[in-house]
């Protein structure tokens, strides 16, 4: 299942802790594995633990991308996927990630050397996070979306934009 937890586009919401919790279990039951996407997660207001740092059954694969955080078209992202992995004869070669990073090498020609030094540079001048590096254009989108809010609720009927099927 695909899920973008934190700050999903267009609406800028983000799951609650409880929901997060919920959906886990509910993974659990049904037997899903959870494909975490956060492209945005870096411009919430509210810092909310992943799905993958509240997962203990390996459930949840987590992507991340530097095109929407570091600079667009940087075309550099990431994944943490630690299954285990069997093969057809039942033995269990390795992670997932191996084996993705596996199949990238043979379908891809290979990530921007360039691209993938500008990403480097940018998270070792900012300690290894790109939370303070964003942190004017997080202010600039939570206004952004606050003037969207605030202009459907002018102007749709009476009650939250949800209400009225926005």
């Known amino acids: 299942m695909y899920v973008v937890p934190d700050c999903s586009n267009p609406a800028g919401v983000s799951m609650s802790r409880q929901a997060r919790t919920a959906l886990l279990d509910a993974a659990g039951r049904l037997g899903l594995l959870l494909l975490e996407d956060n492209p945005y997660g870096v411009f919430s207001t509210v810092r909310r633990p992943t799905l993958k740092s ?8 987590y992507l991340g991308s530097f095109a929407k955080t570091a600079f667009p078209g940087a075309r550099v992202g990431f994944v943490v996927a630690d299954q285990l992995v069997a093969g057809a004869d039942g033995r269990t070669p390795g992670l997932l990630a191996d ?27 900012n300690g290894g996070g790109l939370r303070a590096a964003n942190e004017a254009a997080a ?28």
């Open 99 to 125: 084996e993705l990073a596996k199949v990238k090498s043979m379908v891809t020609v290979n990530t921007s050397s360039l691209s993938q030094a500008a990403v480097a540079g940018l998270l070792l001048q």
């Open 139 to 166: 202010r600039h989108y939570q206004s952004t979306i606050r003037c969207l809010r605030e202009s459907l609720a002018a102007e749709l009927p009476p009650g939250t934009p949800e209400s009225a099927g926005v």
């Open 54 to 61: 509240l997962d203990t059954h390996r459930r949840v694969i």
